[in-house]
């Protein structure tokens, strides 16, 4: 079993940054790719960004390319999402996800970390 718990959310105005963090534990080591989700009220899940296990290889939604960064620390089994020049339409619950090296969906969710971004 892996657990993942998020943290880092907060209330800040548009252009500032943030730092999410996930920390996982149990069953898990550097081969599993890790995500960043989000969901705003009354949307669908959004895909924010992903880190390959194997290769470290990043990809990041549309919406955020170029102003969110995805890292690892895998000393501490620890994921990171930098966020820079936040905007209103970022305010959402934002999750981590992991899933093992081959493995098609994401298994292992954690339970999110609420980020609002406003004037």
């Known amino acids: 079993q892996v657990q993942l718990v998020e943290s880092g959310g907060g209330l800040v105005q548009p252009g500032d940054s943030l730092r999410l963090s996930c920390a996982a534990s149990?069953?898990?080591?550097?081969?599993?790719?890790m995500a960043w989700f989000r969901r705003a009220p009354g949307q669908d899940r959004e895909f924010v960004a992903r880190?390959?296990?194997?290769?470290?290889?990043?990809y990041y939604g549309e919406s955020v390319k170029g102003r969110f960064t995805i890292s690892r620390d895998n000393a501490k089994n620890t994921v990171f999402l930098q966020m820079d020049s936040l905007k209103p339409e970022d305010t959402a619950v934002y999750y981590c996800a992991a899933k093992e090296s081959g493995a098609k969906l994401w298994q292992y969710w954690g339970l999110g970390t609420q980020v609002t971004v406003s004037s």
């Open positions: 880190t390959i296990g194997s290769t470290r290889a990043s």
């Open positions: 149990g069953s898990i080591d550097s081969s599993y790719s």
